[in-house]
Nanobody
Framework: VQLQASGGGLVQAGGSLRLSCAAS????????MGWFRQAPGKEREFVTA????????FYANSVKGRFTISRNDATNTVYLQMNTLKPEDTAVYYC????????????????WGQGTQVTVSS
């Protein structure tokens, strides 16, 4: 699976952004999808994940109630709607694909996009 993330940018605290991750190469619907982020000097951390079929989602406590993950299997795309952004959300955001139904660990993901920078100013 090839993944292409987009939609990052610079936004003020309290603002919103919508990230997209377009998949190609294999059957998208066969994969659980996730978003992770990595801030400078820190490890890549789990943000949210959605199962094959989209029935199950998981969120990190730090983004619960502010971020929403969704997927469109007809267009092979997964989205991350980010609202009420905070400066601590600043990071490079990566989308990943896992052969598992759904997963929250970096090591469960076999494919990664190139990352998109999100910067939230205070």
């Amino acid at each position: 699976v090839q993944l292409q993330a987009s939609g990052g940018g610079l936004v003020q605290a309290g603002g919103s952004l919508r990230l997209s991750c377009a998949a190609s190469g294999r059957t998208f619907s066969n994969y659980g999808m996730g978003w992770f982020r990595q801030a400078p000097g820190k490890e890549r951390e789990f943000v949210t994940a959605i199962s094959r079929g989209g029935l199950t989602t998981f969120y990190a406590n730090s983004v619960k109630g502010r971020f929403t993950i969704s997927r469109n299997d007809a267009t092979n795309t997964v989205y991350l709607q980010m609202n009420t952004l905070k400066p601590e959300d600043t990071a490079v955001y990566y989308c990943g694909a896992t052969p598992s139904l759904v997963a929250r660990s970096v090591t469960d993901y076999d494919y990664w996009g190139q990352g998109t920078q999100v910067t939230v100013s205070s």
